[in-house]
Structures are given as C-alpha cells and as structure tokens.
C-alpha cells in the first residue's frame, strides 16, 4: 500500500489564481480531512469527509472547498489564494479502527502565496 | 470543547538524556490519545496511542501512560538519539460515535545533540 499521498509537494501561486491540492490513499479508509499547519498553530482542520458524497467544515475552512466522489480521493480547491493561505497542507485518512480512530497522514503540500 | 496543551519548547538535550514531554487535555467525552512525530521535511507519523485509562502506549523506545485522574499523556524516553529531533505533537480524538476530528498541541521542537 502507498498509504496517503498528496500533490504536488511544493507550489508557489500568485495571489488570486486558483489551483487544486490532490489527495488519495488506498487503504479503503472512509473518513478523510484536509489540515493546514502554521508555525505555533499546531495542526488545524480546514475540511473533513466521513465518506463518499459527504463533507463539512472544519476549523478553518473559509477560502476552501472540497468534494468526495470516490473513496480513494479528497481535493482541496483554493478558489482564489491570499497570503494567508501560505502554509503546508496535510491531508489524513483514517478507519473505525475499533472505534479508535487512528489517523494516517500524507506528506503534504508546501504552499506559498505571492 | 476539546483542548490538548503540552510544553513549550524547544527541547535541547544531550545524547542519551532523559526526555520528558508534558500534554495535557479537556475533553467532552471519552478521548483516544496519541503522540505523532514530525521528523524536518516531513509529514506526521503516529508514534504511539494509547485508547482507555491506565493503558500504556509505546514505540522506539518512548512511551506514555493515559492518566485519566491528572488528564495527561506525558511522552518519555530514557535515552535519546540524534535521530530523534523531531517535533512532537500531543492529539486527542473522542472514541466512538461519528466524529473523527484529531485535536492538537502545538507542538514541541526537541533537538538532540551529539
């Protein structure tokens, strides 16, 4: 299994365009989330999805938007970027686990905002 | 809500010390605790979890109690390495029940020295 991967690694944009971070995993998990992490912020939850065709919002999700239509794969869409949105991108997945919950992470996505 | 604090850092430590990281939590319900690892570059790795009061958690050779009376999940090591500077971050998620959101600490920075 590759477990969760996440493109592209690193990416510049200028502010106001627009670009797709990608994200899947092959482990069957159904739920899934996107956090964004910021020096002294810990990690925060931007959007999450406990399943194909279901999201919902996070901590910070204001500037983002996702959609599941597979199992497999999670984007996060930055629809206009602002500075505000540079940091790194991790993306999770997690099963019931018996009701454990543990979470898998991605490498995540390096993302500066000029 | 759901809250995880642990120490400031950074940690410095000599090669070989005693390695103490602090976490405490608040928690509206029944949590799972976990320590994950953040080595520089890299994304999170789950370290070690422990699920229900009492229980132990331990990998690499660090380990940490779920302390139901003092609400606290403190990581230890008896010996550190080089190749343990890494950040290390305290979460919580409440078992059972469809929500899956990992609470985080801030982190902490621990470096090791030759």
């Known amino acids: 299994n590759a477990g969760v991967t996440q493109t592209p690694k690193f990416q510049v944009l200028k502010t106001g365009q627009s670009m797709t971070l990608q994200c899947a995993q092959d482990?069957?998990?159904?739920?899934m989330s996107w956090y964004r992490q910021d020096p002294g912020m810990g990690l925060r939850l931007i959007h999450y999805?406990?399943?194909?065709?279901?999201?919902d919002q996070g901590e910070v999700p204001n500037g983002y938007n996702v959609s599941r239509s597979t199992t497999e794969d999670f984007p996060l869409r930055l629809l206009s970027a602002a500075p505000s949105q540079t940091s790194v991108y991790f993306c999770?997945?997690?099963?019931?686990?018996?009701?454990?919950?543990?979470?898998?992470f991605g490498p995540g996505t390096r993302l500066l905002v000029l | 809500g759901d809250s995880v604090t642990q120490m400031e850092g950074p940690v410095t430590l000599s090669e070989e010390a005693f390695l103490t990281i602090n976490c405490t939590y608040t928690?509206?319900?029944?949590?799972?605790l976990f320590w994950y690892v953040q080595y520089p570059g890299e994304g999170l790795q789950l370290l070690l979890k422990?699920?229900?009061?009492?229980d132990k958690g331990s990998n690499k050779g660090f380990e940490a109690t779920y302390r139901k009376e003092t609400t606290s999940f403190h990581l230890e090591k008896g010996s550190v390495q080089v190749s343990d500077s890494a950040v290390y971050f305290c979460?919580?998620?409440?078992?059972?029940?469809?929500?899956?959101?990992?609470?985080f600490g801030k982190g902490t920075l621990l470096t090791v020295n030759p």
């Open positions: 482990m069957n998990h159904e739920y």
């Open positions: 999770a997945s997690s099963s019931p686990d018996r009701g454990h919950k543990t979470q898998y």
């Open positions: 928690a509206t319900g029944y949590p799972s």
């Open positions: 422990a699920t229900k009061a009492d």
């Open positions: 999805s406990v399943g194909a065709g279901i999201t």
């Open positions: 979460a919580l998620i409440i078992s059972g029940g469809s929500n899956y959101k990992l609470t």
